[in-house]
């Protein structure tokens, strides 16, 4: 008998051991969730690309495009992240745009002060063999190019301009949209549109082109074999961002909104153009991104992120995010999505960010399941984090710090 009871004596005192140092390894941060493995597999130095916020990629040729600030262009492989080359291009290369079928990434350029070949406002297309990197052809287009999309069927690619200002930023025109041979990189025609374009999507199957015309409230509708414009239709106010989902054949439009005003989502027939619906979603509404396997789309906004219905529109869940997310795209395959944002909030106590340091010490990658729209995890990654693309071949994200002056490449499947 007393041999039992030094036993249960001896069970509970290692007990009470154990749940000492499992307190104190969680004090410590050494808890299961603090012990995984980072998904950040590296990080691209591009210090001598200047400040990335754009990237795209193509699965076909392995290869991530990214371009920012600077008159730079990086292209790295997806594999191994690898940086391939580094090229000077134009002016300020903002907007990226890929053609897989032809090979080809396109790359809008507007010029600024200092532009080693673009005059201030100056647009032009550069077009690029996307796995070498190479030039392929420079085109002009119209001043202050702002936006890009390709469409693989047609072959052609869509370039918005929004035209000439004053100094007080008052628009002298309307804006217009140069549709590009995606083979050779020839200019096949110029269509104007509303005032101040400044997204452009394709819808493939019903062969539209989606332009949003921020200052005049409204989306042109393009013919994407001819580049006419087939109708415009009004939406909400400062239309920003734009994005297609195929398998249901609509097109949703981000219109900010503005305190008091809330954001709204325009929900367009993507054959006719037709608003199908308007869905209030929240304030200052950001970029836009579906997930057509789950039919679900994401909308960033204030410290938030929306998933939202593709077939009804509807708002079916919203995750908190700390500061303010910014870009966000969709691996399918791994049924995830991913929120760049920066800020010194949530993200900084998860991550013993010291506080007084500037907001963009706090940048991360929002890891958010596509089914469910549950946060999965949130990502350290550079400073100011801005551009996203996803490789779903290879199973990386590769994410453009802009201050950080590199590309963070995650593992998707972690």
């Not at 005049?216 to 106010?237: C, F, H, W």
């Not at 609509?250 to 305190?259: E, H, Y």
Request: proline share 4%; with cysteine.
């Amino acid at each position: 008998m007393r041999m039992r009871i030094q036993k249960r004596g001896a069970r509970v005192r290692w007990a009470v051991m154990a749940l000492v140092v499992l307190g104190v390894l969680m004090c410590a941060g050494w808890w299961v969730a603090g012990a995984e493995t980072s998904p950040v597999l590296g990080t691209i130095d591009l210090s001598d690309a200047g400040s990335p916020t754009s990237v795209v990629v193509d699965q076909r040729a392995g290869r991530a495009i990214v371009t920012g600030f600077d008159p730079t262009i990086g292209v790295i492989d997806t594999h191994d992240g690898r940086l391939v080359r580094v090229l000077r291009v134009g002016g300020r290369n903002n907007r990226l745009a890929v053609d897989a079928r032809a090979g080809h990434t396109f790359v809008v350029s507007m010029g600024s002060q200092g532009s080693p070949t673009l005059a201030p406002g100056a647009g032009q297309v550069t077009t690029l063999d996307t796995r070498s990197g190479t030039i392929v052809r420079t085109v002009t287009v119209g001043l202050q190019a702002s936006a890009v999309a390709a469409d693989e069927r047609t072959g052609h690619v869509f370039v918005a301009s929004i035209g000439a200002t004053t100094r007080t930023g008052a628009l002298r025109n309307l804006g217009r949209v140069s549709m590009v041979d995606a083979g050779s990189g020839a200019l096949l025609g110029v269509a104007t549109v509303g005032f101040q374009p400044v997204a452009v999507a394709v819808a493939e199957r019903t062969g539209r082109a989606f332009v949003l015309n921020e200052r005049g409230n409204s989306v042109s509708v393009l013919d994407t074999r001819t580049g006419a414009v087939i109708r415009t239709v009004p939406v909400g106010n400062s239309p920003l961002a734009v994005a297609v989902d195929e398998t249901t054949g609509r097109v949703f439009v981000t219109n900010p909104g503005g305190w008091p005003a809330p954001g709204t989502v325009s929900v367009l027939d993507a054959r006719t153009g037709t608003v199908l619906r308007t869905v209030t979603v929240g304030l200052s509404l950001d970029a836009v991104a579906v997930d057509e396997r789950s039919g679900h789309v994401f909308v960033t906004g204030d410290r938030s992120v929306h998933m939202l219905d593709a077939m009804s529109g509807s708002v079916l869940q919203t995750v908190s995010m700390g500061g303010s997310p910014f870009a966000v795209t969709v691996d399918s395959a791994a049924s995830r999505a991913f929120v760049t944002g920066t800020d010194g909030g949530i993200f900084a106590a998860i991550h013993h960010v010291a506080p007084g340091q500037p907001p963009e010490w706090a940048g991360y990658v929002a890891v958010i399941n596509t089914n469910s729209g549950a946060l999965v995890r949130t990502v350290r990654v550079g400073r100011d984090p801005r551009g996203v693309a996803a490789d779903e071949r290879t199973g990386r994200v590769f994410v453009a710090n802009a201050w950080g002056a590199s590309v963070s490449m995650i593992d998707a499947r972690r």
